[in-house]
């Protein structure tokens, strides 16, 4: 019988952090996939194009940063969530920051997009750079679909893996993530203020 995914992802953690051979490689294993499907998914949500070896840059960015100061990263995570999802928060902000940074150093980016000016425009994605909002969006979906939502935006997953791990047809995968979509935007818009009299 497998264990539980957080006792397993604080296994992996202490194994780093006690620098145990070959626990950086399964580390790096494990989760280097979701680092590259972060960094894809945030440009592509501030309309920023990314060169392969620009997502490449970032991604080994992210994992210094993750090594850097004897893994402060890791040792802050308290196991609250899974690892994949305290890594999707950390790599998403490291991402914005080196996006941020690249525009204004003069770094070639694609398409030449100013970063903040693209981070103005808030998309109902955007609220998903918070793991707050999407655990709240979680609980108010039901079961199969909070499934889906996790796997698709915490763990960076694609619809065929998603449809072999639940055991739901692939094409009722899309519609799932635009109802939870939905929920999102009505969650994200600003509460009418009262008129006072």
Request: charged letters at 25%; proline letters at 6%.
């Amino acid at each position: 019988m497998s264990s539980n995914p957080v006792d397993d992802d604080r296994t992996l953690v202490q194994r780093c952090l006690g620098h145990e051979p070959g626990a950086w490689n399964d580390f790096v294993d494990k989760y280097v996939g979701l680092l590259y499907h972060v960094v894809r998914y945030t440009a592509h949500l501030r309309s920023v194009v990314l060169r392969p070896e620009d997502v490449e840059d970032v991604v080994s960015e992210i994992l210094v940063k993750i090594i850097a100061n004897r893994y402060a990263i890791l040792q802050q995570f308290e196991g609250r969530s899974t690892l994949a999802t305290y890594l999707t928060v950390i790599a998403r902000r490291i991402c914005i920051h080196e996006l941020h940074r690249r525009q204004t150093t003069g770094q070639p980016i694609a398409d030449g997009r100013k970063v903040a000016e693209v981070e103005a425009r808030p998309t109902v994605e955007a609220g998903l750079d918070s793991l707050e909002q999407v655990h709240q969006l979680l609980t108010r979906l039901p079961k199969p679909a909070r499934e889906v939502v996790r796997l698709f935006y915490l763990e960076g997953r694609s619809y065929e893996e998603i449809s072999t791990q639940l055991h739901i047809p692939v094409n009722s995968i899309g519609p799932i993530l635009s109802r939870a979509k939905q929920l999102l935007r009505k969650k994200l818009q600003p509460k009418p203020t009262k008129a006072t009299k």
